[in-house]
Antibody, heavy 117, light 113 residues
Framework: EVQLVESGGGLVQPGGSLRLSCAAS????????MNWVRQAPGKGLEWVSY????????YYADSVKGRFTISRDNAKNSLYLQMNSLRDEDTAVYYC??????????WGQGTLVTVSS | DIVMTQTPLSLSVTPGQPASISCKSS???????????LYWYLQKPGQSPQLLIY???SRFSGVPDRFSGSGSGTDFTLKISRVEAEDVGVYYC??????????FGPGTKVDIK
């Protein structure tokens, strides 16, 4: 069974940093590209970042470019999102999601990040 | 940037009745590989999104056949032939013409009358 479990969310002040993690199991993590997608409270879904299986290709949404860094450790079956210079508008539930070639097929349960003073 | 719109934004349906959601993109989602990268997700209350339909009309594994997708180019439709109580939630269309960068529609909230 595919499982994606996010962790690392919490309350952080504007301008602060946070590192999210996603632990993957039930599939060969090193063979899949991964994504982060977020959802502000009561709002819709926003794609945040992509990383290829070998980490050779990375993309970011314009809203986080230069502030967020996606990475992965295939030996640990883990995906990460380093978030710096956090803003109020980054408050959201952050989901890690698996990319099966051309479709996002499995999502984690999400971790809540709250940016507030 | 491609903008996705959905109509209606909310829908109240009697169990057993059909429902339909429209999704429009600001640009054609037909890729040069011949595929159209339009997806539908359902986010049930308190849950993560779950994939229903990929590439316009292909049902994902385990998705009941009462769900169907259609459309082409910029206009797409998700239909539920007979709505059940478990179908409540928010339905999102998503485009992937510029894989792996995705854009979601605003969502359509479906509830039961």
């Amino acid at each position: 069974e595919v499982q994606l479990v996010e962790s690392g969310g919490g309350l952080v002040q504007p301008g602060g940093s946070l590192r999210l993690s996603c632990a993957a199991s039930g599939f060969t993590f090193s063979s899949y590209s991964m994504n982060w997608v977020r959802q502000a409270p009561g709002k819709g879904l926003e794609w945040v970042s992509y990383i290829s299986s070998s980490s050779s290709t990375i993309y970011y949404a314009d809203s986080v470019k230069g502030r967020f860094t996606i990475s992965r450790d295939n030996a640990k079956n883990s995906l990460y999102l380093q978030m710096n210079s956090l803003r109020d508008e980054d408050t959201a539930v952050y989901y890690c999601a698996r990319l099966e070639v051309t479709l996002i097929d499995y999502w984690g349960q999400g971790t809540l990040v709250t940016v507030s003073s | 940037d491609i903008v996705m719109t959905q109509t209606p934004l909310s829908l109240s349906v009697t169990p057993g009745q059909p429902a339909s959601i429209s999704c429009k993109s600001s640009q054609s989602l037909l890729h040069s590989d011949g595929k159209t990268y339009l997806y539908w997700y359902l986010q049930k209350p308190g849950q993560s999104p779950q994939l229903l339909i990929y590439e316009v009309s292909s049902r994902f594994s385990g998705v009941p056949d009462r769900f169907s997708g259609s459309g082409s180019g910029t206009d797409f439709t998700l239909k539920i032939s007979r709505v059940e109580a478990e179908d409540v939630g928010v339905y999102y269309c998503m485009q992937g013409i510029h894989l792996p960068i995705f854009t979601f529609g605003p969502g359509t909230k479906v509830d039961i009358k």
